[in-house]
């Protein structure tokens, strides 16, 4: 899938060469002239780039970049500016700008800059899904030690009336059926402890049955 660009420039003989240079090299491309155009743009579209002229008819590139700042997914953006003055470059990024490029703009200048915008991008998502995915396991984890809390609580007891059964109970068949409670209930109760130790979850697939979580797997701290 192509990846979405957005060019703010207001030089007419500027915009048409950058936009067919960009789609030569196979973004899809959007276009504006004015910051009243850019914000529109980018309140219905979603570019992970944005090329952006600082000089524009109806004000700055600045205002689009604090614009850019109160999304929560904002693009990527290179500055370019016929202006080279340290105070504008600084000015620029301290807003946020990605890269800072003077006109004229040199083409292969322009495709790395665009290259590495666009890695930036991704990279950013990915950081964000991974802190997502963690984000639900911690849940998970804060759910599962508090159910197996609860669980033990019960099972603490089931354990204790049966041992206090055996003692006053004769018959070897019922002292029998409830040493098989006992164990059963100590089983539980471990995998209740093992559940709490988890550090990640592991689903492992089982024949004739749902899949089930692989403590195994989820206490093995080397797989971290």
């Given at each position: 899938?192509?990846?979405q660009?957005?060019?703010?420039?207001?030089?007419?003989?500027?915009?048409?060469?950058?936009?067919?240079?960009?789609?030569?090299?196979?973004?899809?491309?959007?276009?504006?002239?004015?910051?009243?155009?850019?914000?529109?743009?980018?309140?219905?579209e979603?570019p992970?780039?944005?090329?952006?002229?600082?000089?524009?008819?109806?004000?700055?590139?600045?205002?689009?970049?604090?614009?850019?700042?109160?999304?929560?997914?904002?693009?990527?953006?290179?500055?370019t500016?016929?202006?080279d003055?340290l105070?504008?470059?600084?000015?620029?990024?301290?807003?946020?700008a990605f890269d800072?490029?003077?006109?004229?703009?040199?083409?292969?200048?322009?495709?790395?800059?665009?290259?590495?915008?666009?890695?930036?991008?991704?990279?950013?998502?990915?950081?964000?899904?991974?802190?997502?995915?963690?984000a639900?396991?911690d849940?998970?984890?804060?759910?599962?030690?508090?159910?197996?809390?609860?669980?033990?609580q019960?099972?603490?007891?089931?354990?204790?009336?049966?041992?206090?059964?055996?003692?006053e109970?004769?018959?070897?068949?019922?002292?029998?059926?409830?040493?098989?409670?006992?164990?059963a209930t100590?089983n539980?109760?471990?995998?209740?402890?093992?559940?709490?130790?988890?550090?990640?979850?592991?689903?492992?697939?089982?024949?004739?049955?749902?899949?089930?979580?692989?403590?195994d797997?989820a206490?093995?701290?080397?797989?971290?």
């Amino acid at each position: 899938m192509s990846e979405q660009l957005l060019l703010i420039e207001d030089d007419v003989v500027l915009q048409v060469a950058l936009s067919a240079m960009l789609r030569r090299e196979g973004y899809m491309l959007l276009s504006a002239h004015s910051v009243a155009e850019a914000v529109d743009l980018l309140q219905r579209e979603h570019p992970i780039v944005v090329l952006l002229d600082l000089s524009l008819p109806d004000g700055s590139g600045f205002d689009v970049l604090q614009q850019l700042n109160t999304m929560f997914d904002s693009p990527i953006v290179i500055v370019t500016t016929a202006s080279d003055t340290l105070p504008t470059a600084i000015n620029a990024m301290r807003l946020g700008a990605f890269d800072y490029l003077t006109k004229p703009i040199n083409n292969e200048l322009l495709r790395n800059s665009i290259r590495r915008a666009a890695e930036h991008y991704h990279l950013r998502q990915s950081v964000r899904e991974i802190d997502l995915l963690r984000a639900h396991e911690d849940a998970m984890r804060a759910t599962a030690r508090a159910a197996a809390h609860h669980i033990s609580q019960h099972l603490t007891v089931i354990m204790g009336e049966t041992q206090l059964l055996q003692e006053e109970l004769d018959d070897p068949e019922v002292r029998a059926s409830l040493e098989r409670i006992l164990r059963a209930t100590e089983n539980a109760a471990q995998t209740l402890v093992d559940l709490r130790s988890a550090r990640h979850f592991v689903i492992k697939e089982i024949e004739t049955v749902e899949p089930i979580l692989d403590l195994d797997a989820a206490l093995d701290r080397s797989s971290l």
